[in-house]
């Protein structure tokens, strides 16, 4: 399963997120779900910096499926935006293909 998770703080701004282990829908290289997470992270990671000129601390193992990302800075509204897309997606993925496979959870960083 996948593990999605959105860290907040305590005021309930985004701090990063991070993605963990594998879907096991299907054998490796036909994995819907894996690709579709996959897509929808890598993607606000390049597009929050790209887009939104924010910084990021990624840490990454393709081993163990995992990527950590940690926000250097405030999120602007660009940045916003582009996480709350990426929770929608990772959401409807969830209802399409089922907790079984990724589930979504916000954290507050105390």
Known sequence: MIKVTVRK????????????????YADAGKDVVCAAVSMLAINTVNSIESLAGIGQDV????TSGL???DFKQELNEKARVLMD???LG???TQEQYGSDYVT??????L
């Open 67 to 69: 990527l950590k990302v």
């Open 90 to 92: 990772i959401t409807m």
């Open 85 to 87: 897309a990426f929770i």
């Open 9 to 24: 703080s305590d005021k309930g701004s985004i701090k990063g997120f991070s993605c963990e282990g594998h879907a096991l």
């Open 59 to 62: 840490e990454s193992d393709q």
């Open 104 to 109: 979504y959870t916000e954290i507050s960083d």
